[in-house]
């Protein structure tokens, strides 16, 4: 195997490290709410406005943040009232001091704590709240959330270089709105500090410190995962429309026996060709091809449904019956059409299903990676942000 030997470049991290508050990530960001209730759990906070210093929240001390009439935010401490602001910031005295946050009448989340600075004004009538919080932080709390806090220390390793390089390529995702990433899927989920038990997570994070996935010139690579490829690696321009060079499909032997290697759905053949007959004017009195769309086969991954030339998109199917995968191959069943697919989600790039199975049997990190990044080597960033 044309097995890649991973170079770590150790630049002189000297900017990266005395920055330590450097990512602007918007939390809450998929909720609504006009009154937001803070403590300080750990560590005193420093509150202040446009103007200046405005007073201290000492640790176990309360905040509370409000909506006024006239889109100020209206602010009390431990009661007291403390003035109205147009911005609002809360400044930790050391790196590891965190807030607890419980927005009131929010319908999706109770409570919960982040680490780092905050920055809080009114839009559109709703409390934004931006975490200033340094990525390595910030990883902890995306480990948790995206995959979970049972796995083993060397698979969180793998899951925090490639969130770190996620985080190092994205840092303008958001930049037309003043902050660099949101903390939902549409970036990456995010969902406070880690405030568990598994030091996996911790030393996942701090034993990769810093390090990040690049191509042969040295730029940031592209890290794109799914729960399982199926058994076989998508290429970008069957998913996206784009195709990115150093992600040709490649077969995954490390998956195929895991949880979601595999799924079945049922549809009623009428919605089966109501969609083909509308959305790509599938002629449903052609016998043969009515044939061909119910036995439809798919053993290694394709991008179009039946054959190319009907221009049938199997992302398009997936998304209008919401299938786990493109992966699937049809059969009739009575008045439906049977789908077995392969997989779960678009399936570029790093499989965790198979990463785990590799952690399972023993392989380090790096070769995990070298595995599905083929083409990547892991480099040490010098500094992540500071040209906003
Ligand atoms: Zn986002
Ligand atoms: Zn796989």
Request: glycine share 8%; aromatic share 14%.
């Amino acid at each position: 195997m044309n097995c890649l030997k991973f170079l770590v470049f150790l630049v002189l991290s000297h900017a990266y490290i005395a920055n330590a508050q450097n990512l602007r990530v918007k939390v809450f960001s998929q909720d609504y709410f006009s009154i937001l209730n803070t403590q300080a759990v750990h560590g005193d906070y420093q509150i202040h406005g446009q103007e200046g210093f405005i007073s201290e929240l000492k640790e176990g001390e309360s905040l509370r943040l409000q909506i006024n009439s006239s889109q100020q935010l209206h602010l009390t401490k431990n009661g007291e009232f403390l003035g109205l602001f147009d911005t609002l910031f809360l400044h930790q005295s050391s790196h590891h001091d965190y807030l607890q946050f419980k927005p009131q009448g929010s319908k999706l989340i109770k409570q919960r704590q982040y680490e780092g600075d905050f920055e809080v004004t009114v839009q559109d009538g709703h409390l934004h709240l931006l975490n200033l919080v340094f990525i390595e932080s910030y990883l902890e709390g995306v480990l948790s959330a995206e995959a979970g806090v049972r796995c083993p220390k060397e698979y969180y390793k793998i899951q925090a270089i490639i969130s770190r390089t996620f985080a190092n390529n994205n840092i303008h995702k958001h930049k037309s709105e003043g902050f660099f990433m949101c903390d939902a899927v549409h970036c990456q989920a995010y969902y406070g500090r880690y405030d568990g038990e598994s030091n996996a997570i911790i030393n996942g994070v701090k034993e990769t410190y810093g390090l990040i996935l690049v191509d042969s010139m040295g730029n940031s690579f592209p890290t794109f995962f799914s729960a399982n490829c199926g058994g076989q690696s998508a290429e970008t321009d069957q998913v996206w429309n784009v195709s990115l060079p150093n992600y040709e499909s490649r077969p995954d032997t490390f998956c195929i026996h895991t949880r979601q290697a595999h799924w079945e759905k049922y549809i009623t053949r009428k919605e089966f060709f109501e969609f083909l007959s509308k959305k790509f004017f599938f002629d449903l009195n052609d016998d043969v091809l009515v044939s061909h769309a119910l036995n439809f086969k798919q053993e290694q991954r394709q991008t179009f449904f039946i054959h190319p030339s009907l221009g049938i998109p199997l992302r398009d199917m997936r998304a209008a019956f919401k299938l786990r995968s493109t992966f699937f191959s049809c059969e009739p069943v009575g008045d439906k059409v049977l789908f077995k697919g392969k997989g779960f989600g678009h399936g570029i790039g790093l499989c965790q299903e198979g990463a785990m199975q590799m952690v399972d049997q023993g392989m380090s990190f790096n070769k995990i990676l070298s595995f599905y990044f083929k083409e990547a080597k892991l480099s040490k960033i010098n500094f992540l942000i500071n040209h906003w």
